[in-house]
């Protein structure tokens, strides 16, 4: 058996050909597939982590991440999540919120409707919301100084509009992190560096150890 130490639960995964071995002082991690961890951990925060047997990990980033963004969402009454890019109504916070993963891409299907009923700046009649008009841009045309959605949003939740989109905010870009920790090992790299090993040497190491063993037997 290997001296070293192992991130992941030595039952949840076994390497396997071309799956990515790190060690960073003494403990290995088995990171498998990296850029299929990585997709998944953007999917679904943690998921990545989870595929690769580093349970502990995943569930963590799973709950807080999530959680953070839920709540972001609530306070925020569902609508501080939208995909828009037009004059007046620029939603550059939404590639902040993207990173999160699924629960981000109802925003797009709405903003695509929205686009198509939208004619020289205005939202047709026959609009009509696939979510209930949660996700759901406000309807145009938007004026600085009319009652429409967007101001009507901001007056019914208040400073919670504003907190709420900054708390789904930072919970896409926390996941940017937990993509980064799917694909390349863990963050911190120690002074003695960090080193990468193959399924074959990981076995030729246990076999040498295995020998010296029954050597000093």
């Not at 999917?43 to 989870?50: D, N, Q, S, T, V």
């Not at 037009?86 to 939603?91: F, H, M, S």
């Not at 007056?155 to 989109?165: H, I, V």
Request: hydrophobic share 40%; net charge neutral.
């Amino acid at each position: 058996m290997s001296s070293s130490r192992s991130e992941n639960k030595p039952s949840a995964i076994h390497p396997g050909p071309g799956d990515r071995v790190v060690e960073v002082d003494g403990q290995t991690v088995y990171l498998r597939k990296p850029a299929l961890a990585a997709v998944l951990a953007w999917l679904i925060p943690g998921a990545g982590h989870l595929y690769q047997g580093r349970t502990r990990k995943g569930w963590m980033f799973m709950i807080c991440i999530l959680v953070t963004y839920f709540f972001g969402f609530a306070i925020g009454g569902g609508h501080v999540v939208y995909a828009s890019w037009i004059n007046g109504d620029k939603r550059w916070h939404y590639l902040c919120q993207l990173p999160v993963g699924l629960v981000a891409f109802p925003a797009l299907i709405e903003g695509n409707n929205m686009r198509k009923h939208t004619v020289r700046g205005v939202t047709t009649a026959d609009w009509k919301p696939y979510f209930g008009e949660l996700m759901s841009p406000p309807r145009r045309p938007l004026q600085e100084n009319d009652a429409d959605d967007l101001a009507s949003w901001y007056a019914q939740r208040g400073a919670g509009y504003e907190m709420g989109t900054w708390y789904t905010m930072i919970a896409g870009l926390l996941n940017v992190l937990v993509i980064f920790d799917a694909f390349a090992g863990p963050l911190a790299i120690p002074i003695s560096g960090k080193s990468e090993r193959s399924p074959k040497d990981e076995k030729e190491g246990d076999e040498s150890e295995a020998n010296s063993q029954e050597g000093a037997a």
